[in-house]
Structures are given as structure tokens and as C-alpha cells.
């Protein structure tokens, strides 16, 4: 080894990041760091069951739907009991929205100032399968008064109400990347430390890439103009590439530039994806990236006002200018 190598700081935690940006904010006296190391310590115990759940029987299918009508996988559930727990003893939380429950969850902590919207388990059609699988979360401060009932205006908040989102990405690392608002920062997990450290600092995403992502299972019942743009994409030798974990191909368009849609199909009239607890966040790191992210026709998905708990809403999310070209053939047929 080196000489240049020895002693090399082992770089910023999760944690002391946390506390040196707190100063950022004028209304929070703690409370949201301490919220941010809640989800990480979540995160912590989920990407531990994830790694071991071939050997200890959590691979596989619970045998319920949750209330979209999906086959709950058993990481699916045990993860969002996890987060629901760790929010919950946190203190900082009053009320959660989970993609695996049908109500708005409250957490009997009155005092708490703020409000999460959780997919606890992303991809999950991939957990058996050994591939990148995620959790993403949104957080907002609460509408109704600290002390008071917890109020549906306090979950159906549009995406620019965002005090900070983020996601966990279980892959051949597990990172976390979060925004305040301030630019997008990722954290590398180094499991025999226990620790997050600071690995990509101020993320941006190109503004034009060569990845597009897309289902073509469903090809046949895109709308024409959208065709269209898939056969530009073609035309212009990008590379097709589609895990069916968003967290995963997100993260990849964000690092390298690229196009992810999830569109309306036959089977999801209004998008599969939905906006309070996988849109809104993403679409809320991706701009502070300097990306985009709308419906497909000019609505800025932060913008999309919220009426039910799990509404979908299409998805076109990425390099600014690949969402503009998609949105130039689109744009006939608003
Ligand atoms: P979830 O596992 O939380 O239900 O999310 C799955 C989502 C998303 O992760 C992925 O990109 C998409 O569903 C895949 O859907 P298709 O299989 O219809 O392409
Ligand atoms: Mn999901
Ligand atoms: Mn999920």
C-alpha cells in the first residue's frame, strides 16, 4: 500500500453531515436531523433483513394484498413495520402515509411537527431475485397544530411542500440520498462500521443522457406520440434499461444521465406509480439535481394536488432535456 494511503480520513458520517447542516434551518431545532437519523437507522435494520432473508425464510410472498391489490412480499411488510416503528419511538412524526397500509397511520406522538410518506419497500417483485430493491420517503411539516388531531390536509400535501425527501438504495452497496432542498447528498453504508459515510457530494444529473427507461412489455398500449419517442430513442442507439425496481434505475439516470417513464398503460390508466410515496420524493431530489420530473404533459409532478392516499399519477422523470424531447411529442395530443 501507499504511504498516501495510510491513515486516510474515513470521511463524514451520515450523522455529523446531519448536524452541520442543521444550521440550515431556521425553524428546526433538531427535530428534522433527528428524523433523517431515525430513517437511517430503519434503514439499517431493514438492509439487514434484506441480506439475510434467503437464509432466515423472509424471501417469498406474506400471503395478502395490500390495498393497491398487490401480492405483499414478507420484506415488504417487515420493512414497513421497521420504519413505522423507528418514526414512531423517534417522536418526531405524527402521522405516516405507507404504501402497505389503507389509512393514514397515526403515531401518537401529538408534539410531532412533521408528517412522512413511505414506499417502506421499492421493487419488491425483485426481492427473491437478488436484485437492487429500495425504500423512499417524503417529509412534510404538518399542517394542523402541534398537539392537535392529525388532519387529512396533513398527508395530502403537493410534492413542493417537501421539507426534504429521499430513498435507500439496497444494491451492491446500500446508500441513502436525501435532499433539504439544498442540493443531493449520498451515503455510503459501510456495514462493519454501522455507519453512513458521505460519499457523493452535491449530485446533479446530466442534462441530456443515453438511457432510457421504460416497460415495452406494455408497449402496445402506449399512445402513439409516446411510440414514437421510444422508437427516437432507437433511432438514437440509447441503451434500453428497465430492472422494475425505480429506486435502481432512478439511481442509475440520476448518476448517468437518462430518461425513466412509467406512463399510462391498459392496466394503469393514471400511471402505476404513486405520487405521495414514490413521486413526489423523487421528483423532488431530481430538480434539486437539476433534472425533471411531470406527468408527460408540462405538469410538474410537484405540482399534481394530491386527493386520495394512493393516487398514481404517469411518470416521466430524468435529464431535463430528455424529458423535454418526450414532453415535444406528447405535447399534440394534450
Ligand atoms: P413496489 O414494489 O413498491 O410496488 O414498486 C414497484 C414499481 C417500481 O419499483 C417499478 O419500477 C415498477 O413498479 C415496475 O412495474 P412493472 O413491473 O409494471 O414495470
Ligand atoms: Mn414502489
Ligand atoms: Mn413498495
Redesign the pocket.
Known amino acids: 500500500m501507499k504511504n498516501t494511503q495510510l491513515g486516510l480520513p474515513i470521511g463524514t458520517t451520515l450523522d455529523r453531515f446531519i448536524k452541520s447542516k442543521q444550521d440550515d434551518f431556521s425553524f428546526a431545532t433538531g427535530e428534522l436531523s433527528q428524523l433523517l437519523r431515525d430513517i437511517a437507522l430503519a434503514g439499517k435494520i431493514v438492509n439487514r433483513e434484506i441480506n439475510r432473508a434467503g437464509l432466515i425464510d423472509l424471501g417469498g410472498a406474506y400471503g395478502k394484498q395490500?390495498v393497491?391489490g398487490?401480492d405483499q412480499?414478507k420484506l415488504?411488510v417487515v420493512a414497513d413495520i421497521r420504519f413505522i416503528r423507528a418514526l414512531k419511538n423517534g417522536g418526531e412524526v405524527c402521522a405516516m402515509v405507507s404504501?402497505e397500509r389503507d389509512e393514514i397511520i397515526e403515531l401518537d406522538n401529538p408534539g410531532g411537527k412533521y408528517v412522512v410518506a413511505i414506499?417502506?419497500?421499492?421493487?419488491?417483485?425483485?426481492i427473491d431475485v437478488n436484485v437492487s430493491?429500495?425504500t423512499?420517503f417524503s417529509i412534510y411539516r404538518r399542517k394542523s397544530p402541534v398537539g392537535g388531531e392529525v388532519t387529512h390536509e396533513d398527508v395530502l400535501q403537493k410534492g413542493s411542500e417537501q421539507i426534504a425527501a429521499g430513498y435507500l438504495l439496497y444494491g451492491s452497496s446500500t446508500m441513502m440520498i436525501y435532499t433539504t432542498g439544498r442540493g443531493v447528498f449520498g451515503f455510503t453504508y459501510e456495514p462493519s462500521l454501522g455507519e453512513y459515510f458521505l460519499s457523493h457530494q452535491n449530485i446533479s444529473i446530466p442534462k441530456q443522457g443515453k438511457i432510457y427507461?421504460?416497460?415495452e412489455?406494455?408497449y402496445n398500449d402506449f399512445e402513439s406520440p409516446l411510440k414514437d419517442y421510444i422508437s427516437y430513442c432507437k433511432d438514437q442507439r440509447y441503451a434500453g434499461r428497465?430492472?422494475?425496481?425505480?429506486?435502481?434505475?432512478f439511481h442509475r439516470n440520476l448518476l448517468k444521465g437518462g430518461i425513466?417513464i412509467?406512463p399510462n398503460?391498459g392496466?394503469?390508466p393514471n400511471g402505476?406509480?404513486?405520487l405521495l410515496y414514490?413521486c413526489n420524493a423523487l421528483a423532488f431530489i431530481v430538480e434539486q439535481a437539476g433534472g425533471k420530473a411531470t406527468d408527460g404533459k408540462g405538469k410538474r409532478i410537484m405540482e399534481v394536488e394530491p386527493t386520495e392516499l394512493h393516487q398514481r399519477v404517469p411518470f416521466y422523470v430524468g435529464s431535463v432535456e430528455m424529458v423535454e424531447k418526450v414532453e415535444s411529442y406528447l405535447k399534440e395530443t394534450v
Open positions: 395490500n393497491q398487490e412480499q415488504d404504501e414506499d417502506p419497500l421499492d421493487g419488491s417483485s425483485n430493491i429500495g423512499i427507461s421504460v416497460n412489455g406494455s428497465y430492472i422494475g425496481s425505480l429506486v435502481a434505475d425513466y412509467y398503460t392496466s394503469y402505476k406509480l404513486r414514490e
